[in-house]
């Protein structure tokens, strides 16, 4: 049972496209592991940014909403400060005070009528008083001072009334109100949507334990809903304001500001830190701020900003769900394409072994028919041509045996030994010495040993010292030829003499010195060849006091070496020779290489230098 298994499991595989697919199955196993690592960890980055991103939101509208009440509270407790030691405003308020005192007695008509006056005198002098204040600082809607006797002075742009129904209605009136500076958003003082009401107790200067009055400020919190709006980046947040007393209560979600009633936040446990917190019946990451205590009120107030949690848990979901779906998407798609491709690919495959096995059983003529432009089409395309190419090289090749038997009976027809010409040339130096013919001696034992140099064994190089010998039987030629018309020095260190070097490197230099420079010259000529160690470079120098180069042709000399072209004019002129030296000396040496060429000025004749790196 388990062999038949084992049989019809062998059989399934062997198929080449199922072998493909299990394989790919099994290169996509390691990355696709590797893959659902990489996307834990991304999604663990991403709740983690989206945490850094909640937090940094969480702070900035807290610092925001913080700086914008600070600033509120700030400018109530400034002018508060000033207002309320204005001489006018402790005259008019300690009058009213004693007024209050002395109501018990029985007032004549002229002390109501001087009464009536003071009040009309009082408001008038309080109305001019308090404008001048509510001006100075924009964002106050109303500015009031209310007397002990019930008696207000209010400054307003609004339709805003105060009447007695709302001073006795007030909660921040009240005598057992403890905070220095109380606030609210719905007291009956309030009166309108989005805006702060906040008292103060005035005292009298002479009276320093006597409350005489109470300052009434209404400010609008636009500017603080626009700064929360612009830090409100996901939707679901809130912030809220909390005396230390609990009595003071606002909360903004956006939409409006409330006064919370009977639900107390923790602030003393939650501290300046990031928490969850209970408020409203849902859970809130919270961040709680103690304002800044006022050293002239000494009001203590709470600021917190809030992001909803199921908020935070919905991104959170939303960032992981959409990599795992992505991943999942991914996988499915990467199986149906491997399934695809290792079908296409065993057919593409399948199509070249056929090709290649009915072309190894000698069947000329098979080739292949594949379209595209991937790899299998290349070995396809490949394969016709190398079957081509082996088909017409097995047509050629019997041809080829039989020319190859007469070719070798040419070659061996017009072979030529150099020995033969060696030992020509050694006959005829001395048949010249037999024959007293010194220079004819001279010139072909000369000549030989030139050959022998040349030739040198096959070798493409020789050494420095082999070509200086080179040059000094090619000078005594000429010097017989010319008969004794220049004079030649060659100079050679010792510590260069082993070196390699391209054969025939300086003799057309020489050459040219000669034809060019030495003929032409109506005195007696001189050429120096001489080759030197200068630090790490070595020296070659072949120079002549022959006529030199007119500017042109040694500006023509010049650019000729420094390209890489070789033209038809060049091959034909009389620039071969140099051109020749200094390409093969590229070749050899590469950027190791220098040639310069000087010619005229001070000292006559044509100089050319050649400079090669020592360690090549």
């Known amino acids: 049972m388990i062999d038949r298994l084992r049989y019809r499991l062998n059989r399934w595989y062997n198929t080449m496209s199922r072998t493909i697919f299990i394989k790919l199955l099994l290169l996509l196993l390691i990355p696709n592991l590797l893959l659902m690592f990489v996307i834990q960890q991304l999604t663990d980055r991403q709740v983690q940014q989206k945490a850094s991103e909640i937090h940094n939101t969480l702070l900035g509208l807290e610092h925001a909403v913080n700086r914008e009440i600070g600033s509120l509270f700030g400018v109530v407790t400034t002018l508060t400060n000033q207002l309320i030691i204005e001489p006018d405003v402790q005259r008019i308020l300690t009058s009213s005070w004693r007024d209050r005192l002395a109501q018990g007695e029985s007032p004549t008509p002229d002390a109501e009528l001087r009464k009536l006056q003071t009040l009309y005198d009082n408001q008038a002098a309080m109305l001019s008083l308090l404008s001048r204040y509510r001006l100075v600082w924009t964002n106050i809607y109303s500015l009031a001072i209310i007397d002990t006797q019930g008696n207000v002075y209010l400054s307003t742009a609004q339709n805003y009334q105060i009447y007695p129904e709302d001073i006795l209605a007030s909660r921040l009136l009240k005598a057992d109100f403890d905070d220095p500076l109380p606030w609210s958003v719905n007291d009956a003082l309030t009166k309108e949507s989005n805006m702060i009401t906040i008292a103060r107790k005035i005292y009298g200067t002479t009276m320093p334990q006597q409350v005489i009055g109470h300052v009434v400020i209404n400010l609008s919190l636009n500017e603080i809903q626009s700064s929360f709006d612009t830090y409100n980046y996901f939707g679901n947040m809130i912030f809220g304001l909390y005396d230390a007393s609990g009595k003071g209560r606002m909360v903004y979600d956006g939409r409006q500001f409330s006064a919370e009633e009977g639900e107390v936040l923790p602030f003393a446990e939650i501290g300046d830190r990031q928490s969850d917190v209970s408020f409203r019946g849902s859970s809130w990451r919270m961040i709680v701020k103690r304002m800044e205590e006022s050293s002239a009120t000494g009001m203590r107030n709470y600021l917190f900003v809030g992001l909803d949690n199921q908020y935070i848990h919905e991104q ?179 510590e260069v003499q082993e070196y390699k070097i391209s054969k025939i490197v300086l003799q057309p230099l020489v050459e040219n010195a000669l034809l060019h420079g030495i003929r032409r010259l109506r005195t007696k000529g001189m050429i120096r060849v001489s080759g030197k160690m200068d630090g790490s470079w070595i020296v070659l120098t072949v120079s002549d006091n022959g006529v030199g180069m007119p500017e042109e042709v040694l500006a023509s000399q010049r650019c000729l070496i420094d390209s890489g072209l070789w033209e038809e004019e060049v091959m034909s002129g009389s620039s071969y020779g140099m051109k020749n030296v200094d390409s093969r000396l590229k070749l050899m040496f590469g950027d190791t290489y220098r040639m310069n060429i000087e010619s005229g000025g001070p000292s006559p004749g044509t100089r050319i230098t050649i400079r090669i790196g020592a360690e090549q």
């Open 316 to 494: 959170t979901k939303a960032i992981s769900d959409s990599l795992k779906y992505g991943y999942a998407i991914f996988l499915i798609v990467a199986l149906g394409v491997s399934l695809f491709g290792a079908t296409v690919l065993s057919r593409r495959i399948g199509r070249v072994l056929k090709a290649m096995r009915q072309f190894g059983k000698k069947q000329w003529g098979t080739r292949i028919t594949i379209r595209g432009n991937d790899e299998i089409s290349i070995i396809g395309n490949t394969f016709n041509s190398m079957a081509s190419h082996i088909e017409d090289l097995l047509e050629d090749v019997s041809v080829q045996q039989h020319l190859k038997r007469l070719f070798e009976l040419r070659v061996l027809e017009y072979q030529i030994n150099p020995h033969f010409l060696y030992n020509t040339l050694d006959t005829i130096h001395w048949l010249a010495l037999d024959s007293n013919q010194p220079q004819i001696s001279r010139m072909v034992e000369g000549l030989s040993k030139l050959f022998r140099i040349i030739l040198s064994k096959g070798s493409e190089t020789i050494t420095l010292r082999e070509e200086f010998e080179m040059i000094r039987i090619y000078l005594d030629i000429h010097k017989i030829r010319l008969e004794d018309r220049f004079d030649y020095e060659l100079r050679l260190a010792p």
